[in-house]
């Protein structure tokens, strides 16, 4: 089919009609306009869950309480930073673990400052943002082992490229509350490209092929965070946390 064939598979969803958005885009991917990805996570697939790439913020009862703490989460990162604190690599080497193939590796280019590090309160960041942590407690976070709770500060130095890599799990979904973002940043979830607004959440299902870039001029820093996805019930949950709690037990290991 060509894009000369639109009118015409326009019309099998009726004459004037608004299309609807997902037709529109199985009509894109008909005519090759738009490419199809799916979630492919790098170390655990769940089944049948939506092919999503990003999820909107109205969808989450918790999103408001988190959303209007940013000016405190600001202050207390600001205040880390402004003491003894600093960006530690997002990805790091570690000695007793193969090499991980990241273009990243050990580079301060991708920062964090942890909240939770090995699935608890980080001894030192935690304590010194008790705002941020009471705003965390409010979302459906994971615990898993020593993956989750997962929550930092990240930020993206000028000139940074996280170049298309995939999620460990589909059961979560990866939120980030924008705190710092100059003009020229933006992430791209599957095909899906969006830019973050400070202070709204961005949600999404980061299983998905992604990447994100910094073309501005400043750091870009967000809080990020991982929750449950909302089409995972309390059932699942508990025996997905036992199952992956298990996994991890027996030493098998995964990139974040």
């Known amino acids: 089919m060509t ?14 009609r608004q299309v ?19 979630q492919q996570p790098s170390m655990f697939y769940y089944p049948g869950l939506a092919q999503r790439a990003f999820f909107e913020r109205a969808e989450f009862d918790w999103v408001p309480a988190v959303e209007a703490a940013i000016a405190a989460i600001r202050d207390e990162l600001a205040a880390l930073l402004a003491g003894d604190e600093a960006f530690a690599p997002y990805v790091k080497s570690d000695p007793d673990q193969p090499a991980l193939a ?7 280019a991708w920062g964090a400052v942890h909240l939770f590090e090995g ?5 030192v960041h935690a304590a010194r943002c008790p705002a941020t942590m009471a705003a965390l407690r409010q979302a459906p976070q994971p615990a ?3 993956r989750s709770p997962m929550a930092l500060f990240s930020r993206l130095k000028p000139g940074t490229h996280i ?7 589909n059961t979560r979904l990866i939120c980030h509350l924008p705190l710092v973002v100059p003009e020229g940043c933006g992430i791209r979830v599957g095909t899906d490209t969006r830019e973050w607004r400070e202070g709204e959440l961005l949600i999404f299902d980061d299983s998905f092929e992604h990447e994100a870039w910094n073309r501005g001029s400043s750091d870009r820093v967000v809080l990020l965070f991982e929750v449950w996805r909302p089409d995972i019930g ?5 025996a997905l946390t036992a199952l992956l709690g298990a996994v991890e037990s027996h030493g098998i290991a995964a990139e974040a």
């Open 3 to 16: 894009t000369d064939s639109l009118p015409a598979a326009l019309a099998l969803v009726g004459s004037g």
């Open 20 to 38: 609807p958005p997902r037709v529109g885009e199985a009509i894109e991917l008909l005519l090759g306009r738009r490419e199809l990805h799916l």
């Open 102 to 108: 990241n273009h990243l590796l050990d580079d301060p």
């Open 119 to 123: 699935g608890r309160p980080h001894p």
């Open 144 to 146: 898993i082992g020593t």
């Open 163 to 169: 170049r298309p890599h995939h999620g460990v799990f």
């Open 234 to 238: 309390a059932e699942e949950r508990a």
